[in-house]
């Protein structure tokens, strides 16, 4: 007879039956309350995830799934309503140092850089809160720099820095302890390709090094796809799906679409571009301070550049940034709910 399969390694990250709820903050919120109803708005409702030694796991939905919820539970920046969150199986509850060793994260929305201090002098504030030794904080500071391009920026004042250069510095900054866990919330947003391709590089060997793993958020399909082997889909305040790249390949197959950033787009704005012609749809997929990510899902093909760009300039908008991009959101609701002829 032969024994019991042994068990394999433990997964850097466990999540099960993770809840989280937030207090709203609206006017359903206050008529809730005058009603004497609860006035909460459920995130996460039950998730179970696990990243392995060597993950390197895209984590996607809607605008609102939770998806930055989940790695602020991860980081100890927030705590779960239930369920247990564990890191090197340590649960972060009760062991928040494991997590604060182990764990770096970058934010979508970076705020607690020192907009005075310059590049150089906020890595190494951050790396003495990391408590490098001076040798090594000197030597970190001075290579991440580099490696990102900011080297010939270090002595510039972080309030100087063009919106890129700041979620550079933002990446430097989570790589100072060499974690061996990586949380990455839209890490490229707003940087040039070249630049992107460099984070990524650099993030692959960290990885590496570190025999870690990595959990990204990104609204991207085509980073998801070239970075990562595995995708988690939350919908409905779960994991829906957890599926490898190669298959989110091949429902991505014949989408086309854009990828908007625009500022100042006023309400009922989504709406009005929805019937621009050539357009399918158009959806939320972030927003951040007053600047929207739009995912533009276009019909037979077709780039409705002028008609969209018109429309937003029409209407009082910006546009900030303007690339082709295949909808992460229909690509979603195709894996979700694949139709007979997909499936088959």
């Known amino acids: 007879m032969t024994g019991p399969e042994p068990a394999g390694p433990e997964p850097m990250v466990q999540l099960c039956g993770i809840q989280k709820a937030f207090a709203e903050r609206s006017l359903a919120r206050t008529l809730r309350l005058r009603r004497g109803g609860q006035a909460r708005q459920h995130v996460l409702r039950g998730v179970d995830l696990s990243v392995a030694q060597g993950d390197f796991l895209a984590l996607l939905g809607a605008n609102g799934a939770g ?14 309503d239930a369920g247990s969150a564990r890191v090197l199986g340590a649960d972060v509850t009760r ?3 494991i997590a604060a060793e182990n764990v770096g994260y970058v934010m979508a929305d970076e705020r607690s850089f020192h907009w005075r201090l310059t590049a150089e002098e906020n890595l190494d504030f951050f790396a003495r809160l990391d408590r490098l030794s001076p040798r090594e904080r000197k030597l970190r500071v001075r290579e991440l720099l580099t490696r990102l391009d900011l080297h010939s920026a270090g002595n510039r004042p972080f309030g100087q820095f063009s919106t890129g250069m700041k979620q550079r510095l933002a990446v430097a900054r ?15 947003r707003s940087i040039d390709p070249a630049h992107a391709a460099a984070v990524w590089q650099l993030v692959r060997e960290e990885i590496a090094a570190a025999d870690g793993c ?3 958020v990104t609204h991207q399909v085509q980073e998801a796809l070239s970075l990562c082997s595995r ?3 939350l919908a409905d305040g779960q994991v829906a799906l957890d599926t490898t790249a190669s298959t989110m390949e091949r429902y991505a197959g014949n989408l086309t679409g854009i990828s908007l950033s625009v500022r100042a787009l006023p309400q009922g704005g989504i709406e009005q571009l929805r019937c621009v012609p050539g357009v399918r749809d158009v959806r939320v997929a972030s927003q951040l301070g007053g600047e929207q990510l739009l995912e533009v899902w276009t019909a037979d093909g077709d780039l409705p550049l002028a008609g969209l760009i018109g429309e937003i300039t029409g209407m009082g908008g910006a546009v900030c ?10 690509v ?6 694949p139709t007979p002829a997909e499936v088959a």
């Open 67 to 80: 998806k930055t919820t989940i790695l602020k539970i991860v980081a100890t920046l927030l705590l779960p």
């Open 95 to 97: 062991h928040r140092s």
């Open 174 to 188: 989570a790589l100072l302890k060499r974690p061996s866990i990586l949380l990455m919330d839209e890490p490229t």
């Open 214 to 216: 990595l959990v990204v």
């Open 231 to 233: 995708v988690a889909i």
């Open 321 to 330: 940034s303007l690339q082709r991009a295949t909808p992460l959101q229909a």
């Open 332 to 337: 979603v609701e195709r894996l979700l709910a």
